[in-house]
């Protein structure tokens, strides 16, 4: 029965345009949002009409998992479809080509295969050297709302540029880059990320010979919170909801947790001591509105355009975010709150609106994508295609998500199980079902031994020595290499 669907599904793309043409994709990528999502319903200052619209129009996954919570290692992973720990990028320190030089990344497998491939805004890692311009036919660069913060060899092509009047606009002294919020005095449509989905709403427009892949990378609702008041004004200060945050949460978490968690405690404190925690929240709820408008404004584009019929759509983000939750600020954690995304596929095919609650992963969508595009893969892919589930979201009941944090330090979903075992044998075991916020570790009750063994199991065998720094490399911005360094 499961293979006569998912046949019904490949064969549904298959035949979605006239002559059995090739579907396009639209991969549509939100940098550093967390599971804030009204369909997802897991906060009440979640306000997303537009990616619900495409949830209702296509399957949501709502057990959905980064590869790791951090940019360049979940984003590497995702185009490369290899696991952190298969490739060594554990970190945003590492740049992927110079350490892997045949890997082939998803725009390449496409155009192998005679797609148009065409980006715009952050798919890569944002920082100079992450995204080769030999990958795609067309690609429409970032534009940063704060290039005042950006100028030098790390933002390439960025001068040096005054801050708006009133700068930091939080009112936080800026002890870290980045950390700031409210709207620019500018219009709306000369925002970074509405000028990138405007080029890709214009490239949508046109009819073309060619399938396409077209990527576009939202950074938003990534620091700094930087939005049109009017996404500001939706929310009311009195009206915002602050994450559970237990003083005493991280008393049953081992050493490495705390670590890990740590790195983000001081900037939770500065911004509780100078009374902002609240007014932050709003600020992230305001940026998460404003990346789903701007989703809204791809999906109407795609709807008015040639390619409405045959284009399969993919929304989600690199990795989630905590505001408080274990103490801590920003990612960087294996807690559900830096791993859990939301993911949606829409197309041909699949049922709209149906859900699906298998543990699934962003390393999944590589090989679903080459399937649902009838590209064949070129090399080896750690993730599992997705079709299956697509065809029938309650097959697969054995499936899990990995996640991987720095070298050595692995979580595993499955079932109503978070599994966490650090690189000094520090372990975590959290019962999602009883315990949603994960605040009570089971790791060393009596009787789970048996579920962490089977949990155990499924941590990678491997983990590739880390790749090697940055600094190990003179990158040339101009000719797009790097030359290692004597
Ligand atoms: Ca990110």
Request: charged residues 20%; glycine residues 8%.
């Amino acid at each position: 029965m499961k293979v006569i669907q998912i046949i019904t599904v490949l064969a549904a793309f298959a035949s979605s345009s006239a002559a059995g043409a090739k579907p396009n994709v639209l991969l549509i990528l939100a940098d550093d949002l967390n599971d804030w999502v009204g369909a997802l319903t897991s906060h009440p200052n979640a306000r997303t009409p537009n990616i619900d619209r495409l949830a209702g129009s296509g399957m949501l996954f709502r057990q959905a998992y980064a590869a790791s919570p951090k940019c360049n290692p979940s984003r590497t992973a995702l185009l490369l479809g290899l696991a952190p720990a298969t490739t060594g990028i554990y970190d945003n320190g590492h740049w992927w080509r110079p350490h892997l030089p045949e890997a082939v990344a998803l725009p390449e497998a496409f155009r192998r295969a005679g797609y148009h491939v065409a980006g715009g805004g952050k798919i890569f890692h944002h920082t100079a050297g992450f995204n080769p311009p030999d990958l795609w036919d067309e690609y429409f660069d970032l534009r940063f709302d704060d290039p005042w913060d950006r100028a030098g060899q790390a933002y390439p092509g960025i001068g040096p540029v005054r801050p708006p009047p009133g700068h930091p606009l939080a009112g936080m002294t800026p002890f870290r880059h980045e950390l700031d919020w409210g709207s620019l005095p500018i219009r709306d449509a000369d925002y970074g990320d509405a000028r990138t989905v405007a080029w890709a709403a214009d490239f949508l427009r046109q009819g073309r010979a060619q399938p396409f892949l077209l990527a576009v990378g939202l950074f938003h609702p990534h620091l700094p919170w930087y939005a049109p008041q009017e996404f500001f004004a939706a929310f009311e200060a009195d009206q915002t909801v602050l994450p559970a945050a237990p003083a005493d949460d991280l008393a049953d978490v081992p050493a490495e947790g705390r670590r890990l968690a740590g790195r983000g405690a001081e900037v939770f404190e500065a911004i509780r001591a100078a009374g902002k925690w609240s007014e932050a929240v709003r600020a992230y709820a305001a940026n998460i509105a404003f990346a789903d408008a701007l989703v809204g404004r791809l999906l109407d584009a795609l709807e008015q355009s040639p390619h409405a019929g045959n284009t399969v759509v993919v929304f989600a983000s690199d990795h989630g975010f905590h505001l408080g939750e274990k103490q801590h600020w920003y990612k960087s954690t294996l807690w559900e709150r830096a791993t859990h995304v939301p993911l949606v596929i829409r197309g041909p095919g699949v049922a709209p609106g149906s859900v699906c609650d298998r543990p699934v992963s962003l390393l999944d969508l590589y090989p679903t994508l080459l399937e649902l595009a009838g590209v064949p893969a070129v090399s080896r892919l750690d993730g599992r295609s997705l079709t299956g589930l697509l065809a029938d979201p309650d097959s697969e009941p054995n499936r899990h998500a990995g996640i991987t944090y720095l070298r050595g330090n692995h979580a595993v979903r499955r079932g109503r199980w978070l599994y966490i075992r650090y690189r000094d044998g520090g372990e975590e075991l959290y019962d999602r079902e009883a315990d949603p916020h994960e605040l009570a570790n089971l790791a060393d009750s009596e009787g789970r031994s048996d579920v962490k063994r089977a949990l155990g199991e499924l941590l990678p065998r491997e983990n590739a020595a880390a790749a090697p720094l940055k600094n190990a490399y003179v990158f040339d911005a101009k000719a797009y290499s790097w030359v290692p360094k004597p």
